[in-house]
């Protein structure tokens, strides 16, 4: 039985790399990818290469979010959170130390004023608390390094500032927007019958496939709380548990 337990820890270490490793690389062949489109191309096209990016930035959020949970690579814990730093420095220059102090006070406290993520009591409508969010996690020092980063990377590899703006910074900001209105938002705001304790967490009832394009099944969110140590694709078969009973 240890055997066996030990040898399945083993495979989800194996596939939580293996995806980790699919999502940077998918996400920086895509965007060198962009930095020479022709912009001109039919807006159709340039929308959908949009979106593409904006989740392939979500799913190197998501990435990071394992690492914090110790799930992108259990097997070595220093590899996993590299796992963890990589990722949140490739989706915006995010400390990795200081956003995995926050998120286990998130789940230590959800929902209460010691909960980085939670409005503080005035600002529940979706775009206050996403403002009110973002200065929790957004520093001065950050906007810098993305201005020098922007402008760095115009000027060195003769990147226009269209494909800059349309490929890599629209997409990182439309992605915090998905991140938050799948993750906290819709999973955190008060039901009307109120919390469910203890977690304060809410599931986004949608198809597996569907609840993948959204979030990574960032949705599955009371799943998530009541079984942290799962990665981010182990959570539909506890979704689907769920439903089942």
């Not at 500032?161 to 799948?182: C, G, V």
Request: proline share 4%; glycine share 4%; with cysteine.
């Amino acid at each position: 039985m240890q055997s066996e337990q030990i040898s399945q820890k083993l495979i989800d270490s194996v596939i939580g790399l293996s995806i980790a490793t699919l999502i940077v690389i998918v996400w920086t062949a895509s965007l060198i990818l962009l930095f020479t489109v022709n912009i001109s191309e039919h807006i159709l096209v340039l929308l959908l290469a949009i979106l593409f990016q904006t989740f392939l930035f979500t799913g190197l959020f998501i990435t990071a979010h394992d690492a914090m949970h110790g799930v992108a690579f259990s097997q070595n814990l220093n590899i996993n959170h590299l796992i963890g730093t990589i990722s949140l420095f490739l989706y915006g220059f995010l400390s990795y130390k200081t956003l995995l102090k926050k998120h286990w006070m998130h789940h230590n406290h959800p929902a209460s004023e010691l909960d980085p993520d939670f409005h503080d009591g005035e600002h529940k409508k979706f775009f206050a608390w996403y403002f009110y969010f973002m200065k929790n996690y957004w520093s001065w020092g950050q906007i810098i390094i993305w201005i020098i980063a922007y402008n760095g990377i115009h000027y060195i590899f003769n990147i226009p500032r269209t494909n800059l703006t349309l490929f890599w910074a629209l997409p990182s900001l439309l992605s915090s927007l998905q991140l938050f209105y799948f993750g906290t938002f819709l999973t955190h705001r008060e039901p009307l019958k109120g919390y469910a304790k203890p977690h304060y967490a809410e599931t986004i009832s949608l198809p597996i496939w569907l609840s993948f394009i959204t979030c990574y099944h960032f949705g599955y969110h009371r799943e998530h709380h009541e079984y942290p140590h799962l990665a981010w694709w182990q959570l539909p078969g506890i979704y689907k548990l769920r439903q089942s009973i």
